[in-house]
């Protein structure tokens, strides 16, 4: 990619413009009906990867880890036990929380019951860092990705896009 500039036309933003012939090609040789999570894909004769790693280096974000630890902190964070009524006090307006299922268990959160914050980093999250087109609702998942993205934890963003 650095070889033939493509990762400067494809990620400055600043020019408003991408070359829609190389992403075509990108998401054309990306599918692989045998492979569902491909990590690597050939464009214009290049090896692309699309790993975790290689999507940090892309995006100039390196992974820290604290010392004397052997996870990064987004990864320590999703191991914790949160009580969601932190999520649903941190996540949703005054007075709403999450939808219980027949056990009373919480469920889900609805999007109309988000503050603004939560809203748009659950749209970020639905467009951009783990897509899916049910997004009416935050699941337990989502909801704690989006959480830990309102409080501001470190997170390991390409293994989140690549995951």
């Known amino acids: ?28 040789n990306l599918y692989n009906p ?7 894909v050939k464009v ?35 191991r914790m036990r949160i009580d969601p009524q932190e999520f649903a006090a941190r996540l949703c307006i005054p007075g709403r929380g999450f939808v219980l299922n027949a056990e009373g268990h919480p469920r889900k959160l609805l999007r109309k019951d988000l503050t603004t914050l939560a809203q748009t980093w659950s749209v ?13 609702d935050l699941n337990m998942d989502r909801a704690r990705l989006v959480y830990g993205l309102v409080i501001g934890t470190n997170m390991n963003i390409g293994a989140l896009i690549s995951g």
């Open 44 to 78: 214009r004769g290049n090896l692309i990867r699309i790993d975790a790693d290689s999507l940090n280096t892309f995006l100039e974000i390196p992974v820290v880890l604290e010392e004397g630890e052997t996870l990064p902190t987004y990864s320590r964070f999703t």
């Open 124 to 136: 970020l999250s639905y467009s951009n860092l783990t897509p899916t087109s049910h997004t009416s």
């Open 34 to 40: 045998e492979d569902h999570n491909p990590k690597q």
């Open 1 to 28: 990619m650095e070889r033939r500039n493509l990762h400067k036309r494809l990620a400055n933003l600043q020019e408003g413009s991408i070359d829609v012939v190389v992403v075509k090609e990108f998401y054309g």
